[in-house]
């Protein structure tokens, strides 16, 4: 064999790697291939290829791994058991740009799939190469590391500790003010899977000076940028008070309600559950949001829009009366009540939010008689009675419903809002209600006359009770609100007495 | 009667003392003498009544003069006391009135203004209702601004894809022998796919880098905003004397109330408490049924017989009449275990 011999059967061989991995590569990229390529066992043939002389090759299938890895998860822990990691990892540092990219995919595409594979990635000493990673130029090297530190961070707190802990959120927050959008898009929906699991990981990722950043990021045209900064603000927000007033401090609050009409679903629900977190904690805190102007907002938001989406703003509603009577009121006079009374009754398929918006109603009209009155106003407690009484509602969705009946009850003392409900309550509505009765019919002439006409005062001398009960006592003062003759007259079964009476009379010529 | 020598001298001396007069007289005396006697009596009896009476009298009217000073001195004495106290008493009722004044004009002021401020709960509603409003008119503005803009985007990054689709399946232009799927003969005229189609150029790989370059919008409008440093302000005069700073006596002016817990505190605050309390049980209370105690429990206790009572095989002897065992057949002899002893006549029992 002569040398050029040697070298032409060299190339040949390197020709087939090559055009292997590449074809490997492009079908990978697919998901419907993925069951051929395992049956295949395309994996133990692209892992040695992995370590392989030529760079390109190396590169290639490195890529064509990550891809596969990407779609499933078996193969994502056939290739933790093979071991094979800690050799990419400690290759990271030493290659070039495209190698790294390619290794990082594969890292990714490991670490996204459950907890103990990214913590299996970890373990082998990742984060210590990204670092390394991180420190380049190349903006596409520094994405990928960041991208993989997402999807390290996301799964759960001891992860995200140690990706912090790595000393990754300077650099998260330098990648944040650089010019590239999809690096600041990565670095920010890091930040935002490092901070969503404890107060002391938001602390971390707040002290930094992000919160300052991200206010400025807010009106930035890109709108996945936009739905990953909502994110963030809202994940810091939700631990405890002291992160809430530094979200708020950092005056986000106006301008947050512009994006309330994004053209982007992802964008405004964000928002949403921003505002809905921040709203959660203090008094002070929902007065600083309905003094900026949260109300029109949120009730045009609900208004405008369908399905889960509206979840958020209707709990913010709910959360901000909650808290005081004046933001109850304030609630009240934004025309809140007619567009919650609208969800309850029109949403079709998300049962969560219809038990949403009952509790918020229960929340605002729990304060007092004016409130009661206007929230019952709107018809809403015949619904919520159905709501409660209906077989097929689930039990989260009709223990919501109760509550709120009960909240609402406590304090109505409006009796034509009550009255559909004397019909068919259980019985320990009904007793409520007729205590609300028996408040208000001793001193009300006007009300005592309706309350007849209506026939409600036979009704309630229909209701069964046990002798001796609290409901039976109610029903014995409102009876002697009234004259025997009028009680006697609208008694249950009185025309049969009548009747009777009749026939035994004889009449005396 | 004692006789001295001067009477038996008058008495020898007069003339014709019979001595039959002074014996009559002596019997006369001795008739008269119980009399006499009892007439005595009477007298003392009489002068000692009275002369006792008068010592009373001028007993009684020495004590009720010296009760009646001492009386007279000691209520004086606490006549004082008791004046101090009346006074006392007149001093704290008109203090007390005073005080429930204050106290009554106190509690209306903290309470209007500071636990439900009726007029500054109405303006903030109000002006939170004209805010919203403004709100309302300022998003409309903005979005509506924004809006266009967005359709811009929206419709130019639209056409960019669809420029990018037409690069990428140019094969599918009509040519003169084959109509290509955008070019369907029942149409007047040529889908707008097919103008694309035909304008679409091969990208050269230089080309495609400027191309996503360029896509990766680099925003400068996020330059870093650097608050200018307040200047300090000009003193043209220094003011005169040592007068305290002006910043001082304002703070001290409007110095916040800052109420004490107790203050703070409404009093009828445990009522109100207890109240929401119960509310607040009626409300989350899952189940309404009230828990009821076993009340009958003993009454309706079936009587259960002892097992062996009750047992249709009856009990066994073993541990009522006997204790012992009766099974012999571990014995070392087959017969039972027979116990004698001795009865008070000499024979043995079995």
Redesign the interface.
């Known amino acids: 064999m002569t040398q050029r011999q040697l070298l032409q059967v060299l190339e040949e061989y390197l020709k087939g790697r090559m055009h292997f991995v590449q074809t490997m590569s492009e079908l990978a990229s697919r998901g419907q291939n993925m069951k051929m390529l395992k049956n295949a066992n395309v994996m133990a043939l692209l892992q040695p290829l992995m370590l392989d002389v030529d760079p390109s090759v190396q590169q290639i299938a490195t890529q064509a791994l990550g891809r596969l890895v990407g779609h499933s998860e078996e193969m994502a822990k056939e290739l933790v058991q093979g071991e094979v990691l800690p050799q990419i990892v400690n290759s990271l540092p030493k290659h070039n740009n495209y190698y790294k990219k390619a290794a990082t995919l594969v890292l990714r595409s490991v670490a996204k799939h459950s907890a103990t594979l990214a913590k299996a990635v970890v373990d082998c000493g990742t984060l210590d190469s990204l670092m390394i990673c991180l420190d380049e130029f190349d903006p596409g090297v520094k994405e990928s590391a960041i991208w993989v530190l997402c999807h390290v961070a996301r799964h759960n707190e001891d992860l995200a500790q140690a990706v912090v802990d790595a000393g990754a959120v300077p650099f998260l927050v330098l990648s944040m ?1 650089e ?4 690096l ?1 898009r990565v670095a920010v929906s890091a930040l935002s899977d490092i901070s969503k699991h404890s107060m002391e990981l938001a602390h971390i990722v707040a002290e930094t000076g992000t919160i300052a950043i991200l206010a ?2 807010i009106l ?3 709108t996945k940028l936009k739905r990953q900064v909502f994110s963030v603000l809202s994940q810091i927000g939700k631990h405890s008070v002291d992160l809430a007033e530094l979200v708020v401090e950092a005056e986000v609050f ?1 301008t947050v ?2 994006c309330l ?3 982007d679903e992802v964008v405004r629900k964000n928002v949403a559950i921003l505002v809905c977190e921040i709203a959660k904690h203090t008094s002070e805190l929902s007065q600083l949001i ?2 900026a ?1 949260a ?3 949120l009730v ?1 938001f609900i208004g405008e829009n369908e399905g889960s989406v509206r979840l958020p703003a209707v709990m913010a509603l709910g959360y901000i009366a909650a808290h005081a009577e ?1 933001l109850a ?2 609630v009240i ?2 025309l809140g009540i007619p567009q919650l009374t609208q969800v309850l009754s029109n949403e079709a398929e998300e049962n969560y939010v219809r038990a949403a918006t009952a509790w918020s109603l229960g929340q605002i009209g ?1 304060h007092s008689s004016e409130h009661a009155v206007a929230v019952a106003g709107e018809n809403v407690l015949p619904k919520l009675l159905q709501i409660y009484t209906s077989p097929d509602s689930s039990d989260d969705f009709q ?1 919501k419903a109760k ?1 709120a009946l ?2 609402i009850l ?1 304090k109505c003392v409006h009796l034509p809002a009550l009255e559909p409900l004397l019909r068919d309550s259980p ?2 509505i009904l007793k409520h209600v007729v205590i609300q009765y028996s408040k208000v019919l001793p001193h009300d002439s006007m009300a005592r006359r309706t309350f007849v006409k209506s026939g409600a005062l036979q009704r309630i001398q229909e209701i069964k009770t046990a002798p001796g009960s609290e409901l039976l006592e109610h029903i014995n003062t409102i009876k002697s609100c009234f004259p025997e003759e009028v009680v006697r007259f609208y008694s249950p079964g009185y025309s049969e007495v009548l009747l009777e009476r009749m026939e035994k009379f004889n009449p005396t010529y | 009667m004692g006789h001295n020598m001067a009477d038996v001298v008058r008495l020898r001396s007069r003339p014709c003392v019979s001595g039959q007069k002074y014996i009559e007289r002596r019997r006369q005396e001795e008739q008269d003498r119980r009399k006499d006697i009892l007439a005595a009596i009477t007298i003392q009896t009489w002068l000692r009544g009275l002369r006792v009476r008068a010592y009373m009298r001028y007993l009684h009217d020495a004590a009720t003069t010296i009760q009646r000073h001492w009386r007279g001195f000691f209520q004086r004495k606490s006549f004082h006391v008791l004046l101090r106290n009346a006074l006392h008493t007149r001093n704290m009722e008109f203090y007390n009135c005073k005080a429930f004044n204050i106290q009554k004009i106190w509690r209306g002021y903290y309470v209007r203004k500071y636990v439900h401020n009726y007029y500054a709960r109405k303006i903030y509603l109000e002006t939170l209702m004209v805010a919203n409003q403004i709100t309302r008119i300022q998003l409309k503005e903005i979005v509506g601004s924004k809006a266009c803009e967005w359709d811009r985007r929206f419709r130019e990054s639209d056409e960019q894809r669809m420029d990018r689709l037409a690069c990428r399946t140019h094969y599918l232009v009509s040519t003169r022998q084959i109509p290509g799927i955008y070019n369907s003969p029942f149409l007047k005229e040529p889908m707008d796919m097919e103008r694309r189609l035909i304008e679409a150029r091969p990208r050269i790989n230089a080309e495609r880098f400027l191309i996503s370059a360029r896509n990766s919008t680099r925003d400068w409008t996020e330059m870093s905003y650097q608050k200018p440093c307040s200047i300090p302000h000009i003193r043209a005069k220094k003011p005169q004397g040592p007068f305290l700073e002006q910043s001082q006596i304002w703070r001290h002016r409007l110095k916040p109330l800052e109420p004490t817990l107790r203050v703070a505190t409404s009093f009828t605050s445990a009522e109100e408490a207890a109240l929401e309390q119960k509310r607040e049980e009626w409300r989350t209370r899952v189940i309404d049924d009230a828990f009821l105690p076993f009340a009958n429990h003993r009454k309706n206790k079936k009587y259960e017989p002892l097992l062996q009572t009750s047992c249709a095989f009856g009990s066994i002897d073993y541990g009522t009449h006997h204790f012992r065992d009766t099974d012999t057949t571990k014995n070392i002899s087959k017969k039972a275990l027979a116990y004698t002893w001795k009865l008070e006549d000499g024979r043995r029992s079995k």
Request: glycine letters at 6%; hydrophobic letters at 25%; charged letters at 15%.
């Open positions: 003010q010019p590239e959008i999809a600041r400025q990021m930035n045209p890109d106006p309600f512009i009409q994004d053209p309905v003094n102007g109300l029109p907002a045009d004046t009121t304030a006079m934004s729990g223990n509550n009960k909240n406590q019985q320990n």
